[in-house]
């Protein structure tokens, strides 16, 4: 794949208050640069902006001060290029599960030539068997491998993943993150993905972004420097886990 450039140039955030005409400053001076084969966990306290981040960088809004610069060219909008899977999978509960993985192939009128791709995505998720099933009749975790097929079906450069896994059962959920980094493995595009669950972060990721809030920003950039697969009871792990808390002003030092 070509290379991915995804840069976070002095970027600040606020939001007017309802009640009040102040406003809220709810990132500022954001600064960091992302690329291909990097899957970048971001975790911080409930409120730090984490979401707003992530609706940044996928051009659903767009910052107050400074900019965000995808391989040369500045967002300002949506694009299939960069893909958001969100917390609870935000499926058509009209329409199949394989016609909610077509769905964007076709609001882009790209159907056709690229059919069998909608195939692919549900063998690569293990769901080849429930095309014709419509939502309600999925478990959580199926119904968020559609949702993340659904997404990953536009090959997207920088894929976007808000709390994918936090409505999951413990077990459903690290089954899938090894489904999710499998997923990653296969491109090598750049990942975002935002986590309230510090395992989760050091087990995929290849940096976590610690943020602190009021305002929200970045306070460091952990580099993980373990081989995959991750053993979570390592030393080197439950080292990183010890860090991040401390960062994150719930360690003991
Ligand atoms: N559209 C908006 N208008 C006004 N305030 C907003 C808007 N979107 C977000 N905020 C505020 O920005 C702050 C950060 O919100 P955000 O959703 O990005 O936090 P978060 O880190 O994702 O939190 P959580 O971990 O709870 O999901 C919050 O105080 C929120 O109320
Ligand atoms: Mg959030």
Known sequence: MAAIEL???????SFAKKESKSVINVLQDI?????ENEFISIVG????????????????????????IMNGEEVTKTEPN???????PTLFPWLTVGQNIAFSLKAQGIYKEN???????????GLADFKDEFPARLSGGMAQRVALARTIINQPDVLLLDEPLSALDAFTRMNMQDEVLAIWKLRKQLVLMVTHDVDEAIYMGTKVVVMDKNPGRISKIIPIELDYPRD???????????EILNTLHFGNK
Do not use: W
């Open 7 to 13: 840069k976070l140039d002095h970027v600040s955030k």
């Open 31 to 35: 600064n960091a640069s992302f690329h």
């Open 45 to 68: 306290t409930s409120g730090c902006g984490k979401s707003t981040l992530l609706r940044l960088v996928a051009g659903f809004i767009n910052p107050t001060e400074g900019k965000i």
């Open 82 to 88: 960069r893909g958001m899977v969100f917390q609870k």
């Open 115 to 125: 059919a069998e791709r909608v195939d692919e995505m549900l063998e690569l998720i």
């Open 232 to 242: 979570r009871t390592s030393k080197q792990f439950v080292d990183y886990r010890i």
